[in-house]
């Protein structure tokens, strides 16, 4: 091998110390540039409210409009994205009895719903 690269046993402690640099540096370029994009895109975290005429999925006659929570999730890629949403205690403190009655009769989670990004925007 050439005199750049470690050669286990030849002994030299500055050549590993060198190939360490290296590979720590690119470790730290690598977990910056996954950063950057993560958090350009993604909106784990950000309080939400559902728009105007958005209805449950999967009970399209129970209106969402105007309830509160935090994304969970990210799922999907745009343009299809897709949005876990954790429910804050205000909706759930107003949220329909029928609603809940209905998703554990069809054992659904009521606490959460996964809604299209497009449907909800940021509080």
């Not at 060198?18 to 690119?26: D, E, G, H, P, T």
């Not at 105007?52 to 509160?68: C, H, N, Q, R, Y």
């Not at 799922?75 to 949220?95: C, F, H, N, Q």
């Not at 609603?99 to 659904?108: D, K, M, S, V």
Request: proline residues 5%.
């Amino acid at each position: 091998m050439s005199g750049w690269f470690f050669k286990p046993g030849s002994g030299s402690l500055q050549q590993a110390f060198v190939l360490r640099r290296i590979s720590q540096n690119l470790q730290q370029v690598v977990t910056d540039t996954m950063a950057k994009k993560k958090s350009a895109n993604d909106a784990t975290g950000r309080k939400v409210r559902v728009k105007a005429d958005v209805t449950s999925p999967e009970f399209p006659e129970i209106l969402l409009a105007g309830w509160t929570g935090t994304v969970v999730e990210v799922t999907g890629k745009p343009p299809a994205e897709k949005y876990v949403i954790e429910w804050d205690v205000e909706t759930l403190s107003r949220m329909p009895a029928d609603y809940i009655t209905r998703c554990e009769a069809q054992q659904l989670y009521h606490l959460m719903a996964c809604l299209d990004a497009d449907a909800v925007e940021a509080v």
